[in-house]
């Protein structure tokens, strides 16, 4: 179905390398607000660069893919050190070719990550790439996203990805 995800988890943080090669993905396709960030925010969440510096290590390139201009975008991809496509159209497919073409992947080896059901996980199923969707950080306080929030309800994952907690409980123990 075109507003259901592949996976969901909590946070971006939950992907694992090891996750990602269960599912053979080299490479992410990454939403910024409320999936990197709080709407808005030039600083990444508590994290977030820890986990781009381990995806990093294990071979997973990293590209965002956000609907917003290059005024936001630009200095957040700076600060992490990953390339990056603005202006991305999401839910269509624009954004998600030209960041293929940044990371030079195919779709069999990239996934898309989002917390927003009407641009996130539609625009990875148009594409025909899978989707993690992430729950967002927090709930944006303008009508147009509290509307949009209501109306994702219906087609929100009901089930956090089962092998989570178990990853989660291994990489504490480390």
């Known amino acids: 179905m075109l507003f259901r995800a592949k996976i969901a ?31 808005d925010n030039p600083i990444p969440a508590e994290g977030v660069e820890q986990w781009v510096t381990r995806m990093r290590s294990a071979g997973i390139s990293l590209c965002l893919v956000s609907n917003n201009h290059p005024p936001r975008v630009a200095p957040f991809a700076a600060r992490l050190g990953v390339d990056f496509v603005c202006d991305g159209k999401k839910p269509l497919s624009k954004g998600y070719r030209e960041a293929l073409r940044k990371i030079g992947l195919s779709r069999k080896e990239t996934a898309a990550v989002g917390d927003q059901i009407f641009t996130d996980v539609l625009g990875a199923n148009l594409f025909r790439v899978p989707c993690i969707f992430v729950f967002p950080m927090e709930m944006e306080g303008t009508w147009f996203f509290r509307l949009k929030r209501k109306l994702e309800i219906p087609f929100l994952p009901r089930k956090i990805y089962e ?9 504490r123990k480390r």
């Open 163 to 171: 092998d989570q907690a178990a990853e989660t409980a291994l990489e």
């Open 9 to 39: 988890l909590r946070s971006v943080c939950d992907i694992t390398p090891e996750l990602l090669k269960k599912m053979s993905v080299r490479g992410l396709l990454l939403d910024i607000d409320n999936t990197l960030t709080t709407h």
